[in-house]
């Protein structure tokens, strides 16, 4: 389905976008993808493109056609196509400048590890951020404290931040679920 309505900015705080239109995809949208455990992040820079912190045992085995992606091209900050990032998952947007009220009138319907109320910089503004990394990188991976979401939330905000840690965590602590080191062990090399 190609959405052809103008997005409101502020209360759209629905995640699936998977059936937009990929020319109506803002650059600088911060935007993720489920998997199984997880989100996968990035930021979309326009022409199909993204650019996203990978872990050292993530992607592809075979290089991609389109961007030459492969778990064995390279890791870190990388440049690929939008495919490559969705790796056949359902294409969300991450929602920033949500307001309070609204957040925790809605909290029940909407994944809150991807809501905030944190403001987002300007499109082009993030797009820039996230180009600078690609050239100068974003440090050591680490699934706790440096991983695709802090990537993304900081070319958004200047300010790295991972809200699907702190749940994790959170849920982690609940007696209810398996300790944290067997939860964390279905995170290890997939983020
Ligand atoms: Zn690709």
């Known amino acids: 389905m190609i959405v052809e309505e103008e997005v409101p900015p502020i209360l759209q705080v629905e995640h699936g976008i998977a059936g937009w239109d990929i020319r109506l995809i803002p650059e600088g949208l911060h935007i993720y993808v489920h998997r199984p455990l997880y989100t996968h992040h990035g930021i979309y820079i326009g022409d199909g493109k993204v650019i996203h912190f990978v872990g050292p045992k993530a992607g592809p085995t075979r290089a991609c056609k389109k961007c030459g992606f492969s778990r064995n091209t390279g890791h870190g900050v990388v440049e690929t196509c939008l495919e490559c990032f969705l790796h056949g998952g359902s294409l969300c947007r991450y929602n920033y400048n949500v307001p309070r009220m609204i957040l ?27 180009k600078e990394k690609l050239k100068e990188g974003f440090g050591k991976y680490n699934l706790l404290s440096n991983n695709c979401e802090h990537f993304a939330t900081f070319c958004s905000t200047g300010t790295a931040f991972s809200q699907q840690v702190k749940h994790t965590a959170a849920l982690a602590a609940s007696p209810l679920l398996p300790p944290a080191p067997l939860l964390l062990m279905f995170y290890r090399n997939n983020i």
Do not use: L, W, Y
Not at 104 to 130: D, F, L, W, Y
């Open 104 to 130: 925790s009138i809605t909290s029940h319907t909407m994944c809150p590890n991807c809501t905030t109320t944190e403001r987002s910089k300007s499109g082009s503004e993030i797009v820039e951020t996230a």
